[in-house]
């Protein structure tokens, strides 16, 4: 079965430390990953995608196949960061599998 | 462009009845997708088109319905709603050509009593 685990519901940091989302998946095929976030008040958008490979508002996020995670990444934490984060997997088409989410909050 | 609508924003239904959710894209992309959002549970998706005339169950199809009679509308169709609907749903949108990013609507919050 097609899967994604966020194994943290909440996770707070202080500004200036780092910050990892953990996100793990379960897929038979060649998977396609993303992050969404949803800040406050605002609609559910895209972060970022593995096939990029680009750094987004400083986040980073490598695919590992070997441990078959995809953790989101930034080395200094910012207020602005405080949202939900969801990771999710690409099956075929247009058929998304998202995690159950990761909601941040950074410490002032 | 206004990117996807959803109506109603915010809407009670009581057991049994019926109605039908919003969705709508102007740009004009082919793929649209339905989706609920639960705590603890994230976002599941319901129903998918890929085009016009084509539509599919995700994960969660029971107790709804879709159609797509344009590349711009996608409705969603609780036929007698249960309490165990009561979510907030959410539309998006996405083309193969944009790499098959989603762009999401705003949401409606549905409370079934």
């Known amino acids: 079965a097609q899967r994604v685990t966020q194994p943290e519901k909440l996770l707070s940091v202080f500004k200036g430390a780092p910050v990892e989302l953990k996100c793990n998946y379960s897929y038979s095929g060649s998977p396609e990953l993303f992050w969404y976030v949803q800040y406050s008040r605002q609609r559910l958008q895209l972060l970022l995608r593995?096939?990029s490979r680009e750094s987004i508002k400083g986040f980073t996020a490598d695919l590992n196949k070997g441990e078959t995670s995809f953790h989101l990444k930034k080395p200094f934490a910012q207020e602005e960061d405080s949202a939900m984060y969801y990771c999710a997997l690409r099956r075929s088409g247009n058929q998304f599998y998202f995690g159950t989410g990761t909601s941040l909050t950074v410490i002032p | 462009n206004a990117g996807v609508t959803q109506t109603p924003k915010f809407q009670v239904l009581k057991t049994g009845q019926s109605m039908t959710l919003q969705c709508a894209q102007d740009m004009n992309h082919e793929y649209m997708s339905w989706y609920r959002q639960d705590p603890g549970m994230g976002l599941r998706l319901i129903h998918y088109?890929?085009?016009?005339?084509?539509?599919d169950q995700g994960e969660v199809p029971n107790g709804y319905n879709v159609s797509r009679s344009t590349t711009e509308d996608f409705p969603l169709r609780l036929l007698s709603a249960a309490p165990s609907q009561t979510s907030v749903y959410f539309c998006?949108?996405?083309?193969?050509?944009?790499?098959?990013?989603?762009?999401f609507g705003p949401g409606t919050r549905l409370t079934v009593t």
């Open positions: 998006a949108s996405s083309s193969p050509s944009q790499g098959y990013e989603q762009y």
């Open positions: 088109s890929v085009g016009a005339g084509i539509t």
């Open positions: 593995h096939i």
